[in-house]
């Protein structure tokens, strides 16, 4: 009644072709383990859409509503004139305070700016003794400090010129300066920030389900139960890699397209597909590394900690928070292996800038080169750790 | 009869029927009317209505599945009433004040081995942890658990942490544990299913002792093996969610006219039931050897296994025939499992060698790994795949031809009886059927060869019987060798040839029969615990177990008569909170790695963030388009490479040059300057210099504006002076800028500050997020729902050690902030300290809170990182101040405790703030304590719904 289960003759030439077919199978049971978690689903829908809508929409212009107070000591209808030109959405209605005022109000972190009018300014201005104003400026807040005081400066300068000019006539700038915002003409944030969380969650999304998804195994106990049967450690892996990367490439697209498109309205300058390849290749990296991380925590506590441990740099060194150039060198050399800092450069530049594969080349280049040196590092490392985990 | 049952009647175990309790005994003990219970569609109780006697041994009788553990988890208060009602101990369990009254007086344990006790904790502090519970002095504790431990043998173990004792052991360790607060109702769900004949009579012995101690207890005992049941007072006989007869033993086989438990069990079941059921023949093997010629399936040479020091499997010989049912018999942790994965090839033998059908074992030979089935001794089936999943998957797995996968299934599904559970997930089935789902998972490829670690434990005796006529089919008629291990002594009659493993030996290997006849003793039980005994194997129990007089009757709160003594149930108990909080600290110290990475990443990260992130803006690369080339557009264009601000890269050539490198990335700035600029300025014409700024990244495009109108400004001035010999126009007023806090506008003093509420909101959160849930899914949450302790105790209790952990933290980020970044504390570091104090609260709350509602320690540890990176970067203040945040993220902001923790700590190092300064911060913070921990309390259940 039982056939002989092996027939090696039969098998031999088609052992490529079955191990992608167990690699197909494991991996469509990953995405039942997950659809039957509904937790999981609701966090996943989450990630992609409410998250990235209130992330948008959260992230103020540069200079946004910037809380200033003045003091005006002058009272003359020139410090009035000044005190008229902040207004929304660069500056909140400014405070007007009195002069023991602005420490404590700086103190708590009511006002970035405080501007103090001395007594006196309009006549002295136009006795010609180009009098001072004090600007007061919380350099904590660096991200408001140094535009903001920029834009304060200009602006009472020309309010005070416009009011001199009145009295004094005074020869247009012989240049003109005419500046102008590529692939962002408002420079508005909610571009950068909406694009930037989906870039964040691809790669927090695909570590932590592909991490968790075989340490949930090591702990029930059924990656003794594979180990039993004929699949490699190498197929293990694979398809736990294509599965989990599937969902999140597929969210991502969702999200770009309903979320970002449809209900943020911000329009995509590049090819989505060229997008949607480059962050497969990134998702092959950051599974990857999802792997790995699961075969060095010896628990879902463990895994835990260093999934914080290593997703807070990956996210914010990758060059999404703050520009890269910017960062000490040492630590921009050691973020060129991290596969973030190559999928936000790509992701940029197609997403805003419209490039196509021949200026984002070097990119997939990186991405593809890192990608296969950690899954073959995770590999090893599965395939040395793997007895001790059944 | 089924087989060669044992009656191990050891030691004047067996009580008779009218023992201490009289036949007109007091009140009963539980009481239940038209009790039925759902989970989801599945019924597990249905209508169930029953009056258990008092100081009796009543045992739950019932194939796996019927309801034994759903209405002794009711009993015990572990699970929530549905339907009906339930009467323990004279009040209603409904009640949450009576179970409140009464838990003190139940101790219940539920199924599996060691299911309530902490595995890295020894077996001192696990008894230590109960006693704390139930609120007993130190010296009460040290005199209850040293005459506990003596009783049962533990004495020499004290140490030993819970996960390393053998199943027998952690199973006395649960009844210590269960027995340290003298319950008058003691109830045992399956308490010996899974563990050794010898470990098992020792169990027994132990239970009779305290009864003999304290008459006035009642116990209840749901039971797989029907050989216990003979010797308990009084008998439920269960099926389906139904009571089938109740009576003592003995009535039931006058009722039944049968003379063993498991003959009248099987005449009790409805017909439909029995039907087909026929007991258990084995036709001898057909011996091989003269016509085929000894075929060995598989040899073992001197196989041994060690881990460390420890060796767990010891120079073991092996040899089996094809078409033999070989079977592996020892006590729990004889390495018996570690054997057969050496067989199966999982785990690589430390010496010795190893073969399959001649074969040498190796992990990477596929095509012998399909030749055999593997069913290992935990359930590791996909508990998220349907059973018909679960079965086409494996035959995939094992590479079926497509077309013959639908005949293979169904023929498992026929001949595995899984017909009506073909949708059903793993999980929602009774431990019999997913048994039975296993092995017909392990043979759905037709293997040559079956290896089966303890298939049949926990499973009733219908279903055990089926399963063994199943492999008989395969063993006799397909010629299928069977190598399985098993704790039941009749299944191993059953075995051709059987060896008796203890501490990694092999002890000896021979027919059944021949054991028995070589002993000279009546029953292979018998046979086996002499060779035990032999081997040494008594060394852990005391040759007589010591009286536990001394614990129970002498025990001053011991209730005499069972009555209910008023129950000490403070709102909140100190010392079962602190119990908790002892339990933690050591799980955390027994795991130094999780504690090691929250103190050393958080410096780590501390130095990634504190130096990584800049905000300011510079370095930033340019590129002119000088469609001039006059010595005054080669100015232009130097005026801007002169500050430090910009890099110049390679000259632009032309604009498709221009849009090429900026949609790269490449450039941050293009600058083009006209042809004919100096000659148009020189003649005072107007002249525009075109300027474009990548806009990608808003913040950097802002600042890259700021800079190059700047620079604008600053040449045309100097041409007005130098060049056109014009008069500067003097300005009309002066602005001076203080950037105060942070004079020189420096990234690190402005970061640093910052990093640190971020740290310490995130690594606290995730270390307890976890806490609760791990407990959820290992099972031990079970003590929050029958021990006294409340769920303020427990939730509180847990976050102590937490809280103290982030505290060294946050000294430590502090201590890095002050002495490597240089960045001093100008302010009050009192102040600072009672925040963090305040906000380690909250994040160490949030993780709670993360792990109260959710059921998996993913979607726990997902709920922990969004709940508290995303805030953390973008809402708290760290990048953008809160005040200019927008919409959801600006309310979030302003709630958000890491805003105002931030502001504290801001306020503190840059702004040399105290208490006064900072009030305003303090008293959202104060507030959100209790807000978190008031919602985890309330989510929290203190019963299994």
Known sequence: MLPPAAEPGRLAGTVLSR???????????????????????????????????????????????????????????????????????????????????????????DYTFALDIPPDFQSDVLAGRAPAIQLNVDATRMSQAFTGSGYVQQMVLAEVTEFVQRYRGSAPLPVELALRMRFNPNLEQSWFGALMEIINNVTLLSIILTGAALIREREHGTIEHLLAMPVTPAEIMLAKVWSMGLVVLLAAAVALVLVVQGLLRIPIEGALTLFLAGAAL???????????????????????????????????????????????????????????????????AILYRGAGITVVWPQFVALAGIGAAFFTIALSRFRSTISQMA | MIGRAVSPDRGGVARPTDGSAGPDAPAPVVDLAGVSLHYGKIAALDDITLELPAARMVGLLGPDGVGKSSLLALLAGARAVQQGRVRALGGDMRSSRHRARVCPHIAYMPQGLGKNLYPTLSVEENLQFFGRLFGHPALERRRRIDALTASTGLTAFLTRPAGKLSGGMKQKLGLCCALIHDPDLLILDEPTTGVDPLARAQFWDLIAGIRTERPGMSVIVATAYMDEAQRFDWLVAMDAGRVLA????????????????????????????????????????????????????????????????????DHVNLSIRRGEIFGFIGSNGCGKSTTMKMLTGLLPASEGQASLFGRAVDPKDLATRRRVGYMSQAFSLYSELSVRQNLVLHARLFQLPETEIPARVDEMVRRFGLNDVLDALPDTLPLGIRQRLSLAVAMVHQPELLILDEP??????????????????????????????????????????????????????????????????????????????????????????????????????????????????????????????????????????????????????MFVFGYGISLDVENLSYAVLDRDQTGLSRNYALNLSGSRYFIERAPLTDYADLDQRMRGGELALAIEIPSGFARDLTRGHQVQIGAWVDGAMPVRAETVRG??????????????????????????????????????????????????????????????????????????????????????????????????????????????????????????????????????????????????FTRSQIAAMFVAIIGTMIPAIQFAGMLNPVSSLEGVGAVIGRIYPASHFLTISRGVFNKGLDFVGLEASFWPLLLAVPVILGLSIMLLKKQET
């Open chain 2, 246 to 313: 109740t009576g003592t033993p003995a009535e039931l086989l006058a009722r039944t006219a049968t003379d063993s438990l498991d003959a009248a069990f099987i005449a009790l079941l409805p017909e439909a039931r029995r039907r087909g059921y026929r007991p258990v023949t084995i036709p001898p093997l057909v011996t091989a050897d003269a016509a085929t010629g000894a075929e060995i399936a598989i040899e073992a040479t001197d196989l041994t296994m060690r881990f460390g020091d420890f060796t767990a499997v």
């Open chain 1, 19 to 109: 191990g992608a077919a167990t690699i197909y199978r494991l991996g469509i049971k990953e995405l039942w383990s997950l659809a039957r978690d509904p937790m999981m689903l609701v966090l996943i829908g989450y990630t992609f859409t409410v998250s990235i809508y209130v992330a948008a929409t959260a992230m103020p212009e540069t200079l946004h509503k910037a809380p200033i107070a003045i003091v005006d000591e002058d009272g003359s209808p020139l410090s009035l004139r000044i005190s008229a030109v902040f207004y929304p959405p660069r500056f909140d209605p400014p405070a007007m305070i009195p002069l023991n005022g602005i420490d404590p109000g700086m103190d708590a972190g």
């Open chain 2, 707 to 852: 800079y190059v109108q700047g620079m604008h400004q600053g040449w045309l001035l100097e041409q007005a002076v130098h060049r056109l010999g014009q008069d500067a126009a003097a300005a009309p007023a002066t602005i001076a800028i203080r950037f105060r806090y942070n004079p020189d506008v420096r990234s690190l003093p402005a970061m640093v500050p910052a990093v640190i509420p971020m740290l310490l909101l995130m690594i606290p959160a995730m270390l307890t997020a976890l806490s609760v849930v791990r407990e959820k899914e290992l099972g031990s949450i079970i003590n929050l729902y029958v021990t006294p302790v409340t769920r303020s105790e427990f939730l509180l209790g847990k976050q102590l050690p937490y809280i103290v952990l982030a505290m060294l933290n946050f000294a430590l980020l502090t201590l890095l902030a002050v002495t490597v970044f240089g960045v001093p504390i100008k302010g009050s570091l009192l102040a600072l300290s009672a925040g963090a104090l305040l906000f380690v609260i909250f994040s160490t709350g949030f993780g709670l809170f993360a792990s109260t």
């Open chain 1, 282 to 348: 990134h998702l092959f990296a950051t599974t990857s590394i999802g792997i790995f991380m699961a075969t060095q925590a010896r628990s879902m506590p463990q895994f835990g900690m260093l999934a914080v441990l290593i997703l807070l740099p990956l996210q914010l060194l990758s060059g999404n928070s703050t520009p890269r150039e910017s960062m000490p060198e040492l630590v921009q050399y050691i973020m060129l292996a991290a596969p973030t800092t190559h999928f936000v450069a790509l992701g940029q």
């Open chain 2, 456 to 605: 049949t434990s926990g499973v009733d005796p219908i279903a055990r019987d089926r399963l063994w006529q199943l492999m008989i089919d395969l063993a006799r008629n397909d010629r299928v060798t069977i190598f399985i291990s098993t704790h039941f002594m009749n299944e191993a009659g059953r075995c051709d040839r059987i060896s008796l493993m203890h501490a990694g030996q092999v002890l000896v290997t021979d027919a059944p029969a021949e054991l028995v006849r070589q002993r000279g003793v009546a029953t292979l039980e018998h046979a086996f615990i002499g060779f035990l005994e032999d081997a040494g194997a008594r060394g852990d129990t005391p040759a007589a177990p010591a009286p536990l007089q001394s614990v129970l009757s002498a025990t001053p709160t011991a209730p005499s008569d069972g009555r209910l003594k008023k129950a000490p149930n403070a709102f909140f108990s100190p010392a079962r909170a602190w119990s908790y909080t002892r339990r933690e600290t050591l799980e955390l110290q027994r795991d130094p790695v999780r504690a090691t990475m929250a103190l050393l990443g958080t410096a780590i990260l």
